[in-house]
Structure formats: structure tokens, C-alpha cells
């Protein structure tokens, strides 16, 4: 198994080049089964987590091909990929696909809108918690799905078609949000979601799904109306860039100092969290080609954040604003209010020397003078790289072990890191 060396110590400077969104490549590559024509998808990252979906679309008949590895003069690997579903060969995602990647359970929406039935497996737990699909449920069924839990599978059926209805989220899901809005493009009538989630994820899906011919309005806010079509053409459209690779390095340039651009980055995708670095005395700036952060010898100061759905500060950047605060000159609180159970990676911060204790939902942060390296294991996507982070900043030499969950969600990283001058290498197994 591979693992990352990392030798603290050095600022960053330099350009990284932000990639396209793995939350919004997911629900668009899921999109490709609405359709017997071609979705071309641009700026689609090279992950483990879009390869797996490129199999598990497979699974179902969706063929693929590729081509423009290296756009942008040479320094993003982003993708131009075509994904035709032309004929769905199998409405049945199975557990072993599954449960290795929660996200493809959202095949149940499309496959279920335009072959009227889907059997896909329930996708289990997971470490940041149990992750339950009643939302998925409740919402599909108020489309007129019948649905069954058989033998660890949830069989939906609509063999007359979906019906459009007023549905609202007890619970704000943007996997949910997507399913039901895939789910409704096709549905027979109007569809109005209410309490959806406003991720700009969602924004990019809605208007994928309208380049393909839907018709849906209020994507980004709270009501999402989509008035149903009988069928869904092709289209062509763009990955967002990633707001959580873009925070992830802004905390990284905020911890180890020095002056970066991220190139490609948009502020307008994460205020919250750049409002919240801000303040811990790093210097964010949105320039024409992207976002300039730069922290040059002032302290950290402590910031206090609670996760929230968007607008809001991002569980998934949760776990590297607590690395930066590790450093900080102060205490600060940390509330995840998203997930249960999405504080693993403070006891491999420990291991580092922060000094956290926690107290139910929230982590508090006692800054310390400094780190120092240690071998230390990723356990999750953001978890790891929030040892990434760390490591950055800490004396000496950190070892970072299951690096496979680093390489599900950023592409990469040690390329990106060293060619800012981060002290940072992949050692292959
Ligand atoms: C997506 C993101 C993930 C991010 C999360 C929250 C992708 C591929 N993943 O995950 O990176 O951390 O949004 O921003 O885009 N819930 C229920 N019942 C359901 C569905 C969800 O109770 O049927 C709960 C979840 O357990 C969680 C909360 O709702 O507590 C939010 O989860 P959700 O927004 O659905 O997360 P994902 O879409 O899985």
C-alpha cells in the first residue's frame, strides 16, 4: 500500500491548479443513464472515486470514452469524457459495487425514471457514521415508487411512470436533492422539492439536466421546481472546479505560510470557509486567474466553525480547519453538526502533538507552539489530508499510511504540494 512522506518546514509558493469537483462529476456521470444519447462531460478529474464510477455505470450498459488528458497547456490532467447509456443492460447495482462507494446508490433515481425499475443494493455503513437512505425513500415513494427492502436491496418500481409531487426534505440531503431532481426530470407533471439542499453541486447537476432538455428552476435555493419531460437528450457540459480542494490548500498555504495561487478557483463556491480563514489572519484575495492566499509570518489566530449545509462552513473541510488550528495562538471550537462520528482524525492529530479533547459534537483546540512528525493513518477522504496539513507544519518527518483514501478524492496531491515547495513524496508499496 502506498504511503506519503512529508518533511515539515517549508512555506508554499508557487501555482496549483484546482481540479474539477468529484461531488459534481458523481451526480453528472449518474446523469448519463437518463438518456439514450451522448453526455460529454469536461473537466472531469482522474480519481479513484470517478473510476469506480466509470465500472459501476458499466455494470448497467453506460459505454465511455476519453480524450483530452491535458488541458490548460499541460498542467491539469482534466478529462473530457463521453458517456453514452444507449441501452441499459441491468437495473441492478449490486453490494459489491455499492458499498464501495456510497455516491452510486444514486443510480436508483435515473435508472428507476427511464426503465421504471431499479434494484440497488443498500449502500451500508460507513466510517463517518451510519448514513442512512430514508430521505432517498420517502421521496421517490412520494413519485409513486413502490418500495420494497429485500435481502439488503431496495427494489423500486414505477412500471406506469413517475408521477410529479410536492415533496419536502425533513432533513436537508444533497444526495437526496440530486436523486429527486434526476428522478423528476422525467416524471409526468410538476415536482416542487422544498428544504433542498442549495450545494453548488446541485447548481451544476440542474443545469446539466437542463442542457439535456429538463426543466428546472430554483436549483441553489430552498424550492427546486421541475416541470417533467418525456425524454432527455444529450448535451455537453462543465465539472465545476473543486471548492474542497480549494479550501484544503488555502489551509494548507495558511498553515505552512508563504503565497499561492489556486488557479481555477472560484470564492463565490466557499465564502464561508475563506470568511472563516480570513479571519485566523491568512490573506485571501479572488484574482482574475483564481484565488490568492498568503500568510507571511503573522501568528494563527483561533476561529471557531460549525459545519453547516451550504452556505454554510463545509463538513468536508471540517477536519483540515482543525489541523490549522492546532497551530493556532489560542483555543478554538469546532462543531460538526452534518455527520455523527466524523471526529477520527483527531486522535491521529494527537499522535502529532495537538491537543484536542472533545465534547460531544464539538472538538476544542488548544494551539500549540508546534508539532512533530510521526507515522500516523488516514480513515477517511478528509480526514487524511487534514494529516497532510499537519504534517506540512510539523518538526521532522510524518509518514502518512492508507493513502488510497487520498486518491479517491485528490488528484494528485503530492505533485501539486511539491511543486510549491513542500517536502512531500509517495512511497509505492
Ligand atoms: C455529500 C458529499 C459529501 C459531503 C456531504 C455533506 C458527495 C459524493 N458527497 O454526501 O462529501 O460530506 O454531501 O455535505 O457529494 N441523511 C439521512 N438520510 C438520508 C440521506 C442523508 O439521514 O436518506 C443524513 C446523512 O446521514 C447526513 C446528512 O443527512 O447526516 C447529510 O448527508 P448528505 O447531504 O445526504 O450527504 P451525501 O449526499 O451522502
Known amino acids: 500500500m502506498d504511503r506519503i512522506r512529508i518533511r515539515g518546514g517549508s512555506a508554499l509558493n508557487g501555482t ?27 473537466n472531469v478529474p482522474h480519481l479513484a472515486d470517478v473510476e469506480q464510477l466509470i465500472r459501476i455505470l458499466g455494470n448497467h450498459g453506460v459505454d465511455y470514452s476519453v480524450n483530452g488528458r491535458r488541458e490548460n497547456q499541460g498542467k491539469s490532467y482534466a478529462r473530457t469524457i463521453h458517456f453514452n447509456a444507449r441501452s441499459i443492460v441491468d437495473t441492478t447495482a449490486p453490494y459489491e459495487l455499492v458499498s464501495k462507494m456510497r455516491a452510486s446508490f444514486w443510480v436508483i433515481g435515473p435508472l428507476l425514471a427511464r426503465m421504471g425499475e431499479a434494484r440497488v443494493s443498500l449502500p451500508g455503513g460507513c ?48 444526495g437526496a436533492t440530486h436523486v429527486l431532481m434526476m428522478a423528476a426530470s422525467l416524471a409526468d407533471g410538476e415536482t416542487v422539492l422544498k428544504n433542498a439542499a442549495r450545494e453548488p453541486e446541485v447548481v451544476n447537476l440542474a443545469e446539466c439536466l437542463n442542457a439535456m432538455g429538463a426543466k428546472i428552476s430554483g436549483a441553489g435555493s430552498p424550492t427546486i421546481v421541475i416541470e417533467g419531460v418525456p425524454t432527455l437528450s444529450g448535451a ?3 465539472v465545476i472546479p473543486d471548492r474542497i480542494e480549494t479550501g484544503t490548500y488555502a489551509l494548507a498555504v495558511a498553515m505552512a505560510g508563504g503565497d499561492v495561487l489556486l488557479e481555477g478557483a472560484r470564492t463565490d463556491l466557499l465564502e464561508s470557509a475563506l470568511a472563516s480563514l480570513g479571519r485566523t489572519g491568512a490573506e485571501v484575495t479572488q484574482t482574475n486567474a483564481g484565488i490568492r492566499v498568503r500568510r507571511n509570518g503573522s501568528g494563527i489566530a483561533p476561529v471557531d466553525v460549525t459545519t453547516e449545509p451550504f452556505p454554510g462552513f463545509p463538513t468536508d473541510l471540517q477536519a483540515q480547519f482543525m489541523a490549522l488550528m492546532t497551530r493556532a495562538k489560542g483555543q478554538s471550537r469546532i462543531t460538526e453538526t452534518i455527520f455523527e462520528n466524523r471526529f477520527m482524525h483527531v486522535q491521529e492529530l494527537a499522535r502529532l502533538g495537538a491537543r484536542i479533547s472533545l465534547d460531544g459534537q464539538t472538538a476544542v483546540v488548544e494551539g500549540v507552539d508546534s508539532l512533530k512528525g510521526a507515522p500516523v493513518m488516514a480513515t477517511d477522504l478528509r480526514a487524511s489530508v487534514s494529516l497532510v496539513i499537519a504534517g506540512l507544519a510539523a518538526e521532522g518527518e510524518t509518514l502518512i499510511n492508507r493513502v488510497y483514501h487520498l486518491d479517491r478524492g485528490f488528484e494528485r496531491l503530492e505533485e501539486k504540494l511539491s511543486a510549491c515547495g513542500a517536502e512531500i513524496e509517495r512511497i509505492s508499496a
Open 16 to 42: 496549483i491548479p484546482v481540479s474539477g469537483a468529484k461531488n459534481a462529476a458523481l451526480p453528472l456521470m449518474i446523469a448519463s443513464l437518463l438518456t439514450d444519447d451522448t453526455l460529454t462531460l469536461e
Open 127 to 174: 466510517a463517518i457514521g451510519t448514513r442512512p437512505v430514508d430521505l432517498f425513500i420517502e421521496g421517490l415513494r412520494a413519485l409513486g415508487t413502490e418500495i420494497d427492502i429485500e435481502g439488503g436491496y431496495v427494489v423500486a418500481r414505477a412500471k406506469k411512470g413517475l408521477k410529479g409531487a410536492h415533496y419536502k426534505f425533513p432533513k436537508t440531503s444533497v
Open 236 to 238: 455537453r457540459h462543465r
